[in-house]
T-cell receptor, first 111, second 114 residues
């Protein structure tokens, strides 16, 4: 079945450091989404990517849609304590509306 | 504008009991999805409604799960009888549809089956 492999599984970083995480798929996606989940909350959309090669920023966050359409990465610059949470990549398989999710990257920021 | 709301936020039941989860989508969103995250694994799709019709229920694990969306507004997901492996967080999401179909998630219902 469809799999989204997300890495790293967890990260412990110092406040102010930059963070990079990525997601790879066994098949092509036409859309890549990055969500963040805070404790006790549902996933919140951070960035949406719709074209291969697209590079999009949202404040300190930057995400790119890989040229092969099988991967994406998310960078967070100058991390702050409120960046703590679980980050998920997601995308709809071709021809479908539901989302496949990656396994998540748990980010801990040490003040 | 209110977001996607789910009720209850947490439910603890015994194996064999019945539980009904409710989701109220964002007003005007025709698309409603149910997802589940079990044991720290990835969030997995359960089913998709377009208005009151089931568009895709390929992710429903078995016939103990029944989802409804009468009138195309709120949706319920009933688990009967609940088993231990049903424990997890159940998320609901809604979207307005094309062209970009951005899905907005509720806070989830944490189900614990003992």
């Amino acid at each position: 079945g469809q799999q989204l492999n997300q890495s790293p599984q967890s990260m412990f970083i110092q406040e102010g450091e930059d963070v990079s995480m990525n997601c790879t798929s066994s098949s092509i996606f036409n859309t890549w989404l990055w969500y963040k989940q805070d404790p006790g909350e549902g996933p919140v959309l951070l960035i949406a990517l719709y074209k291969a090669g697209e590079l999009t920023s949202n404040g300190r966050l930057t995400a790119q849609f890989g040229i092969t359409r099988k991967d994406s990465f998310l960078n967070i610059s100058a991390s702050i304590p409120s960046d703590v949470g679980i980050y998920f990549c997601a995308g709809p398989p071709l021809g479908a509306n539901n989302l496949f999710f990656g396994t998540g990257t748990r980010l801990t920021v040490i003040p | 504008e209110a977001g996607v709301t789910q009720f209850p936020s947490h439910s603890v039941i015994e194996k064999g009991q019945t539980v009904t989860l409710r989701c109220d989508p964002i007003s005007g969103h025709d698309n409603l999805y149910w997802y589940r995250r079990v044991m720290g694994k990835e969030i997995k799709f359960l089913l998709h409604f377009v208005k009151e019709s089931k568009q895709d229920e390929s992710g429903m694990p078995n016939n103990r799960f029944l989802a409804e969306r009468t009138g195309g507004t709120y949706s319920t997901l009933k688990v009967q009888p609940a088993e231990l492996e049903d424990s997890g967080v159940y998320f609901c999401a809604s979207s307005p549809g094309t062209p970009k179909n951005i899905q907005y998630f509720g806070a989830g219902t944490r189900l614990s089956v003992l």
